[in-house]
T-cell receptor, first 113, second 112 residues
């Protein structure tokens, strides 16, 4: 069963645009929500993460928005660049990340010049 | 520098053969994880370990086994490889309380 649902599966955005990737979860025990970025031929790497005590977190051009009541969270990339082209995975975990991660199905993002 | 390595990076094997994928980390992390990545399914957890002699089944553990005899290594064994196990396999590690998982470069396994 898919406990973390991610959409869209793929996304093409022009340079400078703001791609938005959405995730929804079911398990109310989840309390840690990271996003991982994966380039072709590489393993995923942590990009940014949020806990449910805040509704938004920014790190550089990347922002997570979190809606606890709707059990949804999303990744926004400001001023997107071709170098941001990658696959993005949302994930969720309980016990502030000390439990195993459950990943979404991934979004392949392409930023065109 | 500390790192996590996987070997081999590419493997072709025949149906029914036993295959072992290696994962080695030099961070001295207690937690280690094995995932498979398939298009449309994302990353699915196969097995994980929270320390030496500890192993746990993930959501897709059938046909796979692991053992943890030391902190640095968590080998993944496919007892009798099946075509459905053709995939890219990733190993990851983390320390309790740090949240972040560090992933290896992956092993592409093809079962013919």
């Amino acid at each position: 069963q898919q406990q973390v649902k991610q959409s869209p599966q793929s996304l093409i955005v022009q340079k400078g645009g703001i791609p938005i990737i959405n995730c929804a979860y079911e398990n109310t025990a989840f309390d840690y929500f990271p996003w991982y970025q994966q380039f072709p031929g590489k393993g995923p790497a942590l990009l940014i993460a949020i806990r449910p005590d805040v509704s938004e977190k920014k790190e550089g051009r990347f922002t997570i928005s979190f809606n606890k009541s709707a059990k949804q969270f999303s990744l926004h990339i400001m001023d997107s660049q071709p170098g941001d082209s990658a696959t993005y995975f949302c994930a969720a975990s309980a016990n502030f990340g000390n439990e195993k991660l459950t990943f979404g199905t991934g979004t392949r993002l392409t930023i065109i010049p | 520098d500390a790192e996590i390595t996987q070997s081999p990076r590419h493997k072709i094997t025949e149906t029914g053969r036993q295959v072992t994928l290696a994962c080695h980390q030099t961070w001295n992390h207690n937690n280690m994880f094995w995932y498979r990545q398939d298009l449309g399914h994302g990353l699915r957890l196969i097995h994980y370990s929270y320390g030496v002699q500890d192993t746990n089944k993930g959501e897709v553990s059938d046909g796979y086994s692991v053992s943890r005899s030391n902190t640095e290594d968590l080998p993944l064994t496919l007892e009798s490889a099946a075509s459905s196990q053709t995939s890219v396999y990733f190993c990851a590690s983390s320390n309790p309380g740090s949240n972040e998982q560090y992933f290896g470069p992956g092993t592409r396994l093809t079962v013919t």
